[in-house]
C-alpha cells in the first residue's frame, strides 16, 4: 500500500485515509492546531508550561506543541514531576529529558520528596492523592514561574472515562473541568488539553512515526481500564461517539462561579479550611 498524499510506503490510516511516516505526522499536527483553534485554546504571545509524564499522549503532545509554537506564535516549557514511583518514575525522567534535549524545551522538574512524602508511601486511593498532588504542584509551579497556560496530555478516552465515572458516582459536576480550555481565576492557572479530540491510538501511532522517546512501561498503580474499555466499546458500535461527544461537553454552558477560600496552611485555593495537599501531607509526609 501506497501514501496517499504523497506515494511513499504506506505506514498507517489517520482519519480515513492511508499514509506514509511523515504525511501521518504532518496529518496528526494539523489535527491538533485545528483541536487548538476552534477551542481558542492559547492566546498570542502565551507562555505554555507542558506537563509531561513520558508516556506517549504527554510525549505526543509535547511534540505538538513544539511543531505549532511558532506558526501559532506562543512558547513552550516541559514540567516533569516526579512522584517517586521508583523505577518507574526513573525510567520516565529519563525519557522527558531526551526528549527534551531533543528538541532544545527548556525543562523544569517538581519533586514530591521536598514535601516529605512519595506517592510510594500512599496506601489506598493512590491514584486519588496522586491526581491531587500533579494539579496542585502544577499550579503552583506555573503561578511561581509565570506561565500563563498549562498543558496537559489528556485525550480523548481520558477525558470521556472520566465523564463517564462522574455520572456513575454522581459527580457530574466535575465534568465541567474536563474542558478544552479553562480558564484561570484567582491564583488557578488556565489550563488546556491539546489533545482533546485526539485518541490513544493516533498519539500512539505519531510517537511511533516520529519515534520519540516515550515510557512504555505502566504505572505499577494503574487502576483497571474499565471506563476505556466500555469507551472503546461504544465507539465501535457507534462510530464517531467520541468526537460527538466531546464536542456536546465543549459546548455546555458553565456553572455559577465556584465559591472557594484559601487554605490555612498553604494559601492555595480550596473548598474547605484546609486544602487535600496539606491534609495529604499531613497523613503521608516524613518532614514533621
Ligand atoms: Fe499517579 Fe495513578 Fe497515574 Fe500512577 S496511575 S501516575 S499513581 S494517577
Ligand atoms: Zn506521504
Redesign the pocket.
Given at each position: 500500500m501506497r501514501c496517499e498524499r504523497c506515494g511513499s510506503k504506506a505506514f498507517e490510516r489517520f482519519r480515513g485515509k492511508v499514509y506514509c511516516r511523515e504525511c501521518f505526522a504532518t496529518r496528526y499536527i494539523g489535527a491538533v492546531e485545528s483541536c487548538v483553534r476552534r477551542y481558542r485554546m492559547i492566546r498570542d504571545g502565551e507562555s505554555v508550561l507542558a506537563a509531561v509524564?513520558g508516556g506517549k499522549d504527554s510525549v505526543a503532545m509535547l511534540s505538538a506543541l513544539n511543531g505549532l509554537s511558532k506558526k501559532m506564535n506562543f512558547e513552550v516549557s516541559a514540567l516533569y514531576i516526579d512522584?517517586g514511583?521508583g523505577e518507574y518514575s526513573r525510567k520516565s525522567e529519563d525519557s522527558v529529558k531526551s526528549l527534551c534535549r531533543e528538541y532544545g524545551i527548556e525543562l523544569h522538574t517538581a519533586r514530591l520528596e521536598d514535601y516529605g512524602f512519595t506517592?510510594s508511601d500512599v496506601s489506598g486511593k493512590?491514584?486519588s492523592v496522586?491526581?491531587n498532588v500533579?494539579r496542585y504542584l502544577m499550579n503552583r509551579f506555573a503561578r511561581d514561574n509565570g506561565f500563563d497556560v498549562i498543558a496537559t496530555g489528556h485525550c480523548g478516552e481520558d477525558i470521556l472515562s472520566n465523564f463517564l465515572k462522574n455520572l456513575y458516582s454522581g459527580n457530574i459536576q466535575w465534568s465541567e473541568k474536563q474542558k478544552p480550555r479553562l480558564d484561570g481565576y484567582d491564583r488557578m492557572v488556565t489550563r488546556i488539553r491539546p489533545l482533546y479530540e485526539m485518541s490513544e491510538k493516533e498519539n500512539m501511532l505519531y510517537v511511533l512515526a516520529r519515534s520519540l522517546p516515550f515510557v512504555e512501561d505502566?504505572?505499577?498503580?494503574?487502576?483497571p481500564s474499565t471506563w476505556k474499555e466500555i469507551v472503546y466499546e461504544i465507539e465501535r458500535r457507534i462510530p464517531g461517539f467520541r468526537t460527538s461527544v466531546l464536542r456536546n461537553l465543549a459546548r455546555e454552558r458553565k456553572g455559577g462561579n465556584e465559591v472557594f477560600r484559601y487554605c490555612r496552611i498553604c494559601g492555595e485555593i480550596t473548598t474547605s479550611e484546609i486544602c487535600q495537599f496539606c491534609r495529604n501531607i499531613a497523613r503521608f509526609s516524613k518532614n514533621q
Open positions: 509524564s512522584l514511583i506517592v493512590t491514584c496522586c491526581g500533579k505502566e504505572c505499577p498503580h494503574a487502576p
